[in-house]
């Protein structure tokens, strides 16, 4: 893969954003009365208006040969077929198989057909959870099992948490499910006190199951098992594990029987619908995660086959591009106008941080473009409260998503339509801003001076001109839901294809965690810490007087 800045489409975008850069996306709209019908495309229960970008034909027209010449149809077929698009790790990329139709029974990867084991699993992990909710599987006193915490970080965490979150409207009522991630003995401090042992089951969910969080988190479940009187012989009426590593896991003392698979073709932060998604299982039963599974599988179909033009990810992928790398976006914000989706920016960030935050080329050369933006967010409305400020009259231009169901769950009064009136009022609002002379009328209506309109009108401007997104979806359902996280994957992958990257590595948090190691080890030892830098040494000791 070459860097970006070779295609020809690249180089016309740079000159074209000179072009655009005084044009204003009202004149835009003014002067093409089919704008909203013409920038809008549907797939797998999601509407994408993306009319409010800084876009016109001839914008769409670059993006769209900007993909073209980053050979982005050859990159969908090969991550597809099973090509080891992971280079780094010489792996495949297969988190679609997954989800793959029941149409389909043969995808092999390295001469094994993946999809009889991914069906194997999804046979496996539907009678744990009929096991669980109908009572066969009980606890070591012979219970049944009221609850169920996942033990796991990053990719084996935010996934399921936040579709589980999601889904909470699906929920079965029997069991509730719990989230353990952090180290910080208070995570799991605070949620074993919520439960009793003899009716809780732990699921361990670590692809590498040598993850320290994750370890020393099940390590501290096994020990408060074992004190609130689970005997040892009854421990793996307690724990399951989700793992690639069947070997660790069973070294670790989990029963052979409990361990559900996961394998190496499928990266952490694409892992929620394999095993790692069983905790969204037990949560909202089997039916659910199929139908999660299938609005997935739509999106997948979608990305794979829908014209360039009307394709959801690649559009979306491509206006990520033309506002980081050529009108210098440091972040791109998602804001869900839903309330069981808070947690969504938290997993998308996961999601295409760890993918796209690279720095070289597949062929390993250095990029010589900007690659993935910060991503961040939070539920609407709480954020206009916030940190919308900063959207609407900062220095910064931050492209936002809007993501809005068009109907709720809970009906309340009238909060549905006070939520997403306010959801379009902040597309809106960072279209259209307000003017001097506007901020100056205001003042004069109302009353003020003109030496108060001097002095407060300038305040008062927002720049507007400021590009969002709006995906809209009937309802949130496990269908939606699916289809939507599928996006934001493929969306990754787009972008990453497109600055010349491999988007299925993570090299970066490995040096965080071996010197963790070694200041562990000085935090608990008498070491000789004097050839370490002098701010780490006084904080050594800082912790160490105060142990
Ligand atoms: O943070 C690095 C990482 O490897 C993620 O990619 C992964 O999702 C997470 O740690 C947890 O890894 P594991 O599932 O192997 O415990």
């Not at 099973?82 to 793959?100: C, F, W, Y």
């Not at 390295?110 to 999804?122: H, I």
Request: include cysteine.
């Amino acid at each position: 893969m070459s860097s970006p800045t070779q295609h020809s489409a690249w180089q016309a975008l740079a000159q074209h954003q000179q072009e655009m850069a005084s044009v204003k996306m009202t004149e835009l709209f003014a002067e093409d009365a089919t704008r909203a019908e013409s920038f809008k495309a549907s797939a797998a229960g999601w509407t994408l208006d993306y009319s409010k970008n800084r876009a016109n034909a001839d914008t769409m027209k670059w993006l769209l040969q900007l993909v073209e010449q980053a050979g982005m149809k050859s990159a969908i077929t090969g991550m597809f077929q099973g090509d080891h698009i992971n280079n780094t790790e010489d792996r495949s990329v297969l988190h679609v198989a997954l989800r793959a139709s029941k149409a389909q029974d043969s995808l092999l990867v390295d001469g094994v057909n993946v999809l009889d084991e991914v069906r194997q699993t999804l046979a496996q992990m539907e009678q744990f959870v009929e096991q669980l909710h109908s009572g066969t599987w009980q606890g070591h006193s012979g219970k049944k099992i009221t609850d169920v915490v996942s033990i796991g970080i990053g990719g084996s965490y935010l996934g399921p948490k936040v579709v589980a979150e999601a889904l909470t409207p699906y929920k079965k009522d029997d069991i509730k499910v719990h989230f353990v991630a952090n180290i910080d003995g208070s995570d799991i401090t605070e949620k074993l006190k919520l439960l009793n042992a003899e009716t809780t089951v732990f699921i361990v969910s670590s692809k590498s199951f040598g993850t320290l969080e994750t370890l020393y988190n099940a390590n501290a479940a096994r020990a408060w098992c074992i004190a609130e009187g689970v005997p040892e012989a009854d421990i793996k009426k307690h724990f399951a594990a989700v793992s690639s590593n069947v070997e660790k896991a069973v070294k670790f003392g989990m029963a052979e029987e409990n361990i559900f698979p996961m394998w190496d073709w499928v990266g952490g932060r694409y892992s929620l619908w394999s095993a790692i998604g069983l905790p969204i299982a037990v949560a909202v039963g089997m039916d659910n995660f199929y139908e999660l599974l299938d609005g997935a599988y739509a999106m997948d179909e979608h990305f794979k086959t829908a014209p360039f033009a009307q394709n959801l990810p690649v559009i979306m992928g491509a206006l990520g591009v033309w506002y980081s790398n050529f009108h210098n976006a440091q972040t791109h914000a998602l804001i869900p106008y839903d309330h069981y989706l808070r947690a969504m920016p938290a997993h998308i960030q996961q999601l295409d941080m760890e993918s796209n935050g690279k720095a070289n080329l597949v062929d390993g050369s250095g990029v010589a473009t900007d690659t993935g933006p910060i991503i961040w967010g939070g539920a609407g409305t709480n954020g206009q409260h916030a940190y919308h400020q900063l959207l609407h009259q900062g220095t910064r231009l931050v492209p936002v998503d809007f993501i809005a169901p068009l109907k709720t769950h809970n009906p309340v009064a009238d909060h549905h339509a006070q939520l997403f009136a306010n959801c379009l009022s902040q597309s809106q609002a960072l279209m259209v801003g307000k003017s001097l002379a506007q901020a100056e009328k205001e003042l004069r209506d109302a009353g003020a001076s003109e030496a108060q309109v001097a002095a407060i009108a300038p305040h008062k401007v927002i720049p507007g001109n400021r590009p969002s997104n709006t995906l809209l979806t009937e309802q949130l359902t496990p269908f939606s839901t699916g289809s939507l996280i599928a996006l934001y994957e493929h969306r990754t992958f787009v972008q990453g294809t497109i600055w010349g990257i491999n988007s299925f590595d993570q090299w970066g948090v490995e040096l965080g965690k071996v010197l963790g190691t070694d200041v562990y080890q000085r935090l608990v030892t008498d070491t000789d810490n004097s050839q370490l830098d002098a701010s780490t040494q006084a904080l050594i000791a800082a912790f160490k007087d105060a142990q």
